[in-house]
């Protein structure tokens, strides 16, 4: 029987060999999926999304952030600078087709809410509910008059939330989950992303009350960064934490890098010493999924990037998914409007954090008091 790596593959479709619909497909259970953040030019050399899915070094790209919400506001820095008439929302068509062709060559893409600056947050269990109907139909496959990415659909939300309270974001995952579950044609994926401090400060809760499929947990910027290894490392925590307490038994951890030395303040580790860790950590918890790195512009300039996708093709395996997903029913009330692309849900003012993490993960927010401002002024 003849096998064929990822490696193969992609120098197969690359020669034409093989046509694009045989493409290897993000595989949510295995231990050897590469997650990369883009959107914030961290680097300040990013380059279009699809540029970066033009080879098979990730497998899954976070398009970070919608750092605005409910009021919806985006920001991709240089990816993405144009608005809807009339509106501080983002309208991003190449991101849109970029989108579409990552998802050709196999690999999954998803939005992240919250990050390090920002205006979000929930006053209500209802509010987030109805909020999940809004990004249901901006961003997958409901309808609306504004849709920053036209009619891509995306592949899952992520949670990076590092500010204000708990309050509605599981509520939101469960009515998102909902519609997921009506669309049988396609994978979606619900992600977050704590910091490595366990419980999270502000996603704790959340994440032993909703589903999760995967967690990107940022081993940097804390003591337990990579660069505490093995001393403060706390990989063992969550792994716990994914057996225990998660409501998914099956989900998957991943171990969040910063890019290089330029990406976080503290955490970098090079190669060698990251491979060291991950061939560790592989060879103890079941619950691994792989491994993320703030962002694809400072792994792929750094070359981090190529020794973690060597690393992670390097005796890698899949299991079986053995927890059964619940069918999320939710009834509720509210509704929302999407004739402009908002919820018209009434959201009162002191329950939206203006974020602003003393964390350095060199974000780039190039337009960060904009967003602030154009909160304040709704």
Known sequence: ???????????????GFLCQSLATAFNANCNSNYASYYGQNSARNQKTLGEYCRDSTEDLIVLAFMNGFPNILLNFANACETTFPGSALLHCPTIAEDIKFCQSQGKAVILSMGGASGAYGF??????????????????????????FDDAVLDGIDLDIEGGSPTGYASFIKKLRSHYSKDSDKQYYIAAAPQCPFPDAYLGSTLNTAWFDMVFVQFYNNYCGLNAYPGWFNFDEWDKWAKTNSVNKDVRVYIGAPGAPSAASTGYVDGQALAKIFKNVRSQYTSLGGIMTWDVSQSRTSGLANDIRAMLDNGGSCGNHTTTPPVPTYSSSTTSSTTDGYST?????????VVTSTRTDNYSYEVADKVVDSYQNN
């Open 1 to 15: 029987m003849l096998l064929f790596t990822r490696k193969h593959i992609a120098k197969l479709l690359k020669a």
């Open 123 to 148: 006053s209500s269990d209802a509010d987030g509910a109805a909020f999940a109907d809004t990004v249901w139909d901006m961003f997958f496959k409901g309808s609306s008059a504004q849709r920053p």
């Open 345 to 353: 849900t009434p959201i009162s003012t002191p329950s939206v954090s």
